[in-house]
């Protein structure tokens, strides 16, 4: 079964472009999506699908508290059902 | 760069009451984009070599470039003088010689625009997006936008809806942004002044903060959706418009409160 991190890249690579280009392989578990030059429209909107792959409440206020990838992995793999 | 090459970069856009707003011309210029690494610091240029896609890199530097222009005219400093702190939750202030500066900004970017907005005091939020057709608008409107403002769009169509969508999320945004929290905010929970669907201007309170008043601008043009959002000071609160502005706004306040 794929990894948490691995299902997240593969979502990115799905739901999430900046300037057209798929951002899934440049995600950096040290870096929010905001050091990728995702927008926060977009960033809230990614937040949609994860809370619908992992079955986990994201909403954008929590996602706020989330600064990392690395962080937002940790939550997903303590959180989801 | 020279000075005269960095204020190639902006030009005036807007003034709303003592705020003042340049835009940013973001389109690809090789030769701009790299002179303009010359005004930045080295914090600024590692930042710069962090990005690992060239257009978040070239929004970063020509935006960060062109505010170091306008701080440096506005604040007559020298661009070595100047730099930048950022507050717990990422909003960045001017500093000049490490001392904090006497002016309020806040910078917003999307695709071929920059919108920096600059006042003297007051909490300062800008935010720009270009439209663009999305087929996530019922995910994301779900996600931020109150019941009204759903209802709103639901009656929309078409062009209008996109319109509508993106006035609400930049006046919405922009208050955020003022505010200084981030989206730790849950902004489902207030609702942008059903007078500020059509018209440009109004006054806003926060539900959980009814005290500040801010005075919210729709400045969108053909080319892309904006919006700014100012902290009005306690000596302007008496000012006859503000007290008309504030009828209509109680006249609504059920819609955002």
Request: charged fraction near 25%; hydrophobic fraction near 40%.
């Amino acid at each position: 079964m794929a990894s948490t991190e691995e299902r997240l890249r593969q979502l990115a690579d799905e739901n999430l472009e900046v300037d057209g280009q798929p951002i899934g392989k440049l995600l950096d578990l040290g870096k929010g999506l905001a050091d990728l030059g995702v927008s926060s429209m977009d960033a809230v909107s990614f937040a949609k699908v994860i809370e619908q792959e992992f079955n986990v409440s994201l909403l954008p206020e929590k996602a706020g508290e989330i600064p990392t990838i690395g962080d937002l992995i940790a939550y997903l793999e303590a959180n989801a059902s | 760069m020279s000075t005269s090459a960095a204020r190639c970069l902006w030009s005036f856009f807007h003034k709303a009451g003592p705020v003042t707003i340049i835009h940013v011309d973001l389109r690809p210029n090789a030769s701009r984009e790299a002179s303009s690494l010359l005004w930045l610091n080295e914090e600024e240029q590692a930042r710069c070599r962090q990005y690992p896609l060239p257009g978040p890199r070239r929004r970063f530097a020509l935006c960060r470039v062109a505010l170091r222009s306008i701080l440096c005219r506005q604040l007559g400093c020298s661009n070595e003088r100047l730099s930048f702190g950022s507050s717990d939750y990422g909003k960045p202030f001017a500093l000049v010689d490490g001392e904090p500066a006497a002016i309020s900004f806040n910078l917003s970017h999307s695709r071929k625009h920059g919108l920096i907005a600059l006042v003297p005091h007051g909490r300062l939020g800008v935010d720009v997006e270009e439209r663009v057709s999305r087929r996530d608008f019922d995910e994301l409107s779900e996600a931020v936008f109150g019941p009204h403002e759903q209802s709103a769009l639901a009656c929309a169509r078409g062009s209008d809806r996109v319109q509508l969508f993106f006035r609400l999320w930049t006046i919405k945004e922009a208050l955020v942004k003022a505010l200084g929290l981030g989206f730790t905010l849950d902004v489902s929970q207030f609702e942008v002044p059903q007078a500020l669907h059509q018209e440009r201007i109004s006054i806003f309170r926060f539900p959980h903060l009814p005290e500040v008043h801010w005075r919210v601008e729709y400045i969108g043009n053909e080319d892309f959706s904006a919006a700014i959002a100012h902290e009005l000071p306690p000596s302007q609160l008496g000012d006859q418009s503000l007290q008309q502005l504030n009828c209509n706004v109680s006249e609504r306040r059920g819609i955002y409160q």
